[in-house]
């Protein structure tokens, strides 16, 4: 396999405190690779070591194999498309694209040329005279995209680039950055802190936390299997409810949290047998379920719920609506439990539960294999 | 009613000393010296008007070439001020940090709560053929006998740069602080040196600053009296020091007039003509600070 962006136990420490902490991943050409971290937790410096801006402490990154420490920022293969852009204003459109291939010392018929398909590719076909000022949000990106583009860098590193805009523009650039990373078949590394950017556009997700990976895999990977607490935590919505063990066996293991709420978290199948060893009775656990694999039924007079394991594998609890938040296709309940825990859940769009008000009782179930178990660290 | 009335008040109010400084310190001084200089003594306390003035300025070569002597040294001593405030104001604005900072930026104006005749006397101090140079040279060896560095045109010129400096670092450091600094990185980024970077984004960002320092550097050099006369002394030919024969020595107010009204147009065109060279309007100058 070759990768197109190694980065072998890479440190960076600012004084006493260590941004970036052994950090190795590789990224294998043509994908688009994005870091996931909340800020400060050293992502933006990852990506300034490999623009070159930054010189790590220890470790090496190579590209299509070849170290470039000793290579300078304006030496790399490597473009960064800035958190806040960077267009040059005293230029016009033209002349940013045109810029690096200046440095290069390209005809100028050439560059005419590739600025025009630049141009032409990213669908502004008339904008090479216009001045910055006039463009809008969405456009500016695609001018520093561009820009980079130009110089056929082997990697792309973009710094965030969709904070600046506001929702809408953002969801529109999220399809249209991927389009453009497919169109121009480059690897790109993409820092946000943004987990639904992240999920939408990328092959591959790193999780960072604190200067460390926690795990890197594709977006469902970390959304339906994570392995770590602050992954379960940071990727998607959940409810958390932290507690100790009280039983294990072969395939579940029963939490109880302060308010005595039992929660049964499955072990997945294909972890391994010291998954089992790993929990024991007494420990300090903390869970995560996602609001959308809790399953709704109103309270028919048969079923009463205490949570007790009735089918094997199954929380079922009983829950009062405490608030409704509608927002569309994403819309939540908040419910209390009768020992005062508040538990999200996603209201299905089939309709069925459009008349439900505040106060109305339900039963809710979700899977034990649905619960995701860790250990509690200080969290 | 009431409120335009009020609106018209303080107007005029913020007005008044604006136009009492234009008008009592700028134009009717101005006026009266065009009125002088276009005078002329035919008999005791008789004058008639005329250029002759004007004409005696361009007859005497050694008034238009003091003239023109001092202007182009001024510009010299504009550009050399220019090429050493530069590295200094991208160092204090865009390398240094926090505290340094500051602390570099104060060591800069500190020399400025001296008066400039105590500074020049500084250097007198320094450069005369007893003084402290002069001195140390002989005492290590390197010159036999006394030295005088002062009175030529080199001293002058370092003179000026000294004492105009402060006025090209100020604006330099306030227009480069206002550069982002993610431009640079993108510009080595992209691929360019240290030197692209500086000429394609730097200075472009930073030419309203650039003219408008060199403006005020130009003129207060142009117009500098104490500096050109105490450390070039007889020999500077500086134009000020010929305006100041004229109506102090030789009691010769209406040719002084006359220099005055050449110097400011000397002045105004030179500027003028490097507004037009670099492509700047003195407007987005002066208002981007």
New interface residues.
């Given amino acids: 396999m070759n990768y197109d962006l190694e980065c072998k136990n890479l440190v960076k420490s600012f004084d006493q405190f260590k941004a970036v902490d052994h950090v190795s991943f590789a990224i294998p050409k043509g994908s688009f690779f994005s870091i996931l971290g909340p800020s400060g937790c050293g992502k933006t410096t990852l990506l300034r070591m490999i623009?070159?801006?930054y010189e790590p402490n220890q470790g090496d990154i190579l590209i299509k194999g070849k170290s470039v420490l000793n290579t300078?920022?304006?030496?790399r293969p490597v473009?960064?498309v800035?958190?806040?852009l960077?267009l040059?204003?005293?230029?016009t459109v033209a002349e940013n694209i045109a810029?690096?291939l200046r440095?290069?010392k390209i005809g100028k018929a050439e560059i005419k040329q590739t600025v025009t398909d630049a141009l032409q590719r990213i669908g502004l076909p008339d904008a090479g005279p216009k001045q910055i000022d006039q463009l809008s949000g969405g456009q500016k990106q695609r001018i520093a995209i561009a820009?980079?583009m130009v110089?056929k860098p082997d990697v792309l590193l973009l710094d965030e680039p969709l904070g600046a805009l506001d929702l809408k523009l953002r969801e529109h650039m999220k399809v249209e950055l991927k389009q453009l990373q497919s169109q121009f078949d480059t690897t790109f590394v993409y820092i946000t802190h943004d987990q639904s950017e992240a999920l939408v556009m990328s092959d591959q997700v790193a999780v960072m936390n604190q200067g460390k990976f926690e795990q890197v895999g594709t977006p469902q990977e970390l959304y339906y299997a994570p392995n770590s607490a602050f992954v379960a935590g940071f990727v998607g919505e959940s409810n958390r409810w932290q507690g100790k063990a009280v039983s294990a066996d072969n395939q579940s293991i029963t939490m109880e949290t302060i308010s005595g709420l039992h929660i049964h978290a499955g072990i997945p199948l294909e972890s391994d047998i010291s998954t089992i060893s790993r929990f024991s009775v007494g420990q300090d656990v903390v869970t995560y379920v996602r609001p959308e694999s809790i399953s709704l039924k109103r309270i028919t007079p048969d079923i009463s719920g205490n949570n007790s394991p009735t089918q094997t594998g199954e929380n079922i609890l009983q829950a009062k609506v405490k608030d409704l938040l509608f927002d569309g296709a994403k819309s939540r309940a908040l419910m209390t439990t009768s020992s005062g825990e508040t538990i999200t859940v996603s209201l299905p769009q089939t309709g069925e539960f459009s008349n439900l008000k505040n106060g109305d009782e339900l039963m809710l179930s979700w899977r034990a294999d649905a619960v995701k178990i860790f250990h509690d660290s200080a969290l | 009613m009431m409120k335009s009335d009020s609106k018209r008040l303080s107007l005029i109010l913020l007005l008044t000393p604006f136009v009492l400084w234009l008008g009592l310190l700028v134009i009717i001084p101005h006026i009266d010296m065009f009125l002088l200089s276009i005078r002329e003594r035919i008999a005791p306390r008789t004058y008639e008007t005329s250029f002759a003035n004007y004409a005696e300025f361009f007859g005497e070569p050694l008034y238009w070439n003091t003239l023109a002597r001092t202007a182009l040294m001024s510009i010299l001593a504009t550009v050399l001020t220019l090429f050493i405030a530069f590295p200094v104001a991208y160092y204090i604005a865009k390398i240094l940090r926090g505290k340094s900072k500051s602390i570099l930026f104060l060591l800069c104006l500190l020399p400025f709560w001296v008066s400039e005749l105590v500074r020049t006397f500084g250097w007198m101090i320094l450069l005369r053929e007893t003084g402290i140079i002069s001195n140390f040279l002989q005492w290590a060896g390197l010159i036999s006998g006394p030295i005088e560095l002062l009175y030529n045109d080199i001293t002058v010129i370092v003179g000026l740069v000294y004492t105009s400096m402060l006025f090209m670092v100020v604006p330099l450091v306030s227009t480069l602080d206002s550069l982002d600094d993610s431009l640079i990185e993108a510009g080595y980024d992209l691929g360019g040196s240290a030197f692209s970077v500086t000429r394609e984004i730097v200075i472009p960002h930073a030419m309203s600053g650039i003219i408008s320092g060199c403006i005020v550097v130009f003129m207060l050099t142009l117009g500098n009296y104490l500096t050109p006369i105490l450390l070039g002394g007889k020999s500077s030919m500086w134009f000020t020091g010929q305006i100041y024969t004229q109506f102090i020595t030789r009691f010769n107010w209406e040719l002084g007039a006359a220099f005055g009204f050449l110097l400011l147009f000397v002045s105004s065109a030179i500027v003028w003509l490097g507004l037009k060279l670099s492509g700047q309007t003195l407007a987005s100058t002066v208002a981007k600070n």
């Fill in positions: 623009a070159g801006f300078p920022p304006n030496k473009n960064l800035f958190q806040h960077a040059f204003p005293m230029m810029y690096g440095r290069r820009r980079c110089l």
